[in-house]
């Protein structure tokens, strides 16, 4: 779907200064100085679309802004509480819109054996924990399914801005239910080659457990990345996910280079034991098709830094999700961060 969407201001957190301890003994020296970070907030916003792969289909567009603070925050009690808590914390505040269509979306009655029309309009928070070459998130989401999610009137309305076809299906769509999901996710990173500040190659494999009535999966994968002064961070993510990652963590080094990039492939397989988009809604009848329980996916992409702003664009290849699907999906996807 050629697509793209509003974007949402946020919410203003009042947090302090952050604080990051380095550990001489890791493979890979973490980047942080001890003390305040230099910039401590960070917005970032994220653009999932299928426009990329020229199709208009299934998964067919997402979009989220995020607001963060890297420091000493309000969810610091429960930080201290969990087993892994202790390291550079980050709180996000983030709000997003997804939609998902059928293939064939010129049909007034969509086929039963297709996939349904599905909106979701949410809101999440999240805390993320990084100490040396470890990183933990946690995510909790909620908003709702179906029209209240005004996915409905935003495809159409970007339909009608580009003069395309509009969508003739959604008043078939999944009828409104509240959602409520949590998301936990761990990454490490290893440095196979190279230095900090020069060329270097890094594997970064990633774990991911979901729970709830959107989406109740885990998630096993990862990325091989290479580049020139890598950004000290945990790689991209996608909103079959955490979304948003923490951004780079600021070098020790004065003389370090102010910019780096870096190129990545990765992959992972997902076993899905529900799926609200593909099984329909929770406590009444609706749409809904047979979902297949193994899914498994790819990307590759590219990323710059040049100080406070990071950039990446990442090309996704997802596979088939559902019983009778004649094609997998495939779809781009767009980040960009500014720290201040």
Known sequence: MK???ASWMGILPMVAAAVHAADATNAIAPAATAGAEPWPWSVSARWENDTFGGTDRFYTDGVSLSLAYTGRNWLDPLADWLPWGQGRRTVGYELGQI????ADTTR?????????????????LSLHVERDNTYHGLKFITGVVGP?????ETQKQVHRWIGDTLPQGWSHQLHNEPIFNLVY????????????HGPAVEALPVGNVMLGNVLTQAQLGGQFRFGYNIPDDFGTTLMRGMVHLPPPRPSADAHAPKWGGYFFGGG???????DITLDGNTWQDSPSVDKDWFVPAAEVGM??????????????FWGREFKGQKDYSEFGACTVTYQF
């Open 185 to 196: 996710e761990q990454r490490r990173k290893y440095r196979l080659l190279g230095a900090a």
């Open 99 to 102: 939609m998902v269509t059928p």
């Open 3 to 5: 697509l793209f969407s």
């Open 303 to 316: 990323a710059v830094s040049v100080q406070q702003f990071t950039a990446a664009f990442t090309y996704v």
């Open 148 to 152: 209240w999610s005004l996915a409905e």
């Open 268 to 274: 992972n397989i997902n076993l899905v034991a529900r």
């Open 108 to 124: 007034a009655i969509p086929d039963p054996n297709d996939r349904p029309y599905a909106g979701l309009l949410y809101t999440a």
